[in-house]
C-alpha cells in the first residue's frame, strides 16, 4: 500500500491480512435410538457437529444447549436440535427415541379352574397397537387367535 503525504513524499505502509477458508457447518445425529423406561435405559443423543464458525450455538428440542443430552422419555418423541455459527449459518437434525419394552412371553397357561396358571396377562402388550395373539397347545395346535 502506497500513499502520498502532503508534503508531496511518498510513503509506503504495510498491513497483514488473514484469510480463513469457511467450512460450511456438518451435523450428523443418529436416526433412532430404543429405549425401555421401565428398564431404566436411557438414550445419550451426541451431536457430531463440525465445519462453521465458533462459537457455534446448539439448541435441543427439550431446552439443552450441550454437544450430547441423556433422554429417557414415558412415550416415543422425536428430539430434535439447530446450531447457529458465528456466521449466521443453521444446520438441523432430529432423532426418534422409540420407547419399546420387551413383551413377556408366557409359556404355561393351565385354564383348568384349579387356581394355579388359569388367567394370564401380556405385559407392555398396550405398547404396541393392532398387535394379534394366538394360544397354541404344547403339541403345536392352534386353540385361539
Known amino acids: 500500500m502506497i500513499f502520498e503525504e502532503c508534503s508531496g513524499q511518498l510513503d509506503t505502509s504495510t498491513a497483514t491480512l488473514f484469510i480463513s477458508d469457511y467450512t460450511p457447518m456438518q451435523l450428523a445425529l443418529t436416526d433412532s435410538v430404543n429405549i425401555c423406561d421401565q428398564l431404566g435405559e436411557i438414550a445419550i443423543l ?16 427439550d431446552g439443552s444447549n450441550n ?6 422419555p414415558p412415550i416415543t418423541k422425536l428430539f430434535s436440535i439447530t446450531a447457529f455459527d458465528n456466521c449466521n449459518k443453521e444446520v438441523s437434525d432430529s432423532c426418534f427415541v422409540w420407547v419399546q419394552c420387551p413383551v413377556e412371553t408366557i409359556n404355561v397357561f393351565t ?19 393392532n398387535n394379534r395373539v394366538w394360544i397354541f397347545t404344547r ?5 385361539y387367535s
Open 67 to 72: 454437544d450430547s443430552i441423556d433422554v429417557s
Open 111 to 129: 385354564p383348568n379352574n384349579d387356581g394355579i396358571n388359569d388367567t394370564w396377562q401380556v405385559r407392555e402388550i398396550n405398547r404396541y397397537p
Open 139 to 143: 403339541t403345536g395346535f392352534e386353540v
Open 46 to 61: 451426541n451431536a457430531n457437529l463440525s465445519g462453521g464458525l465458533d462459537p457455534v450455538i446448539i439448541n435441543w428440542s
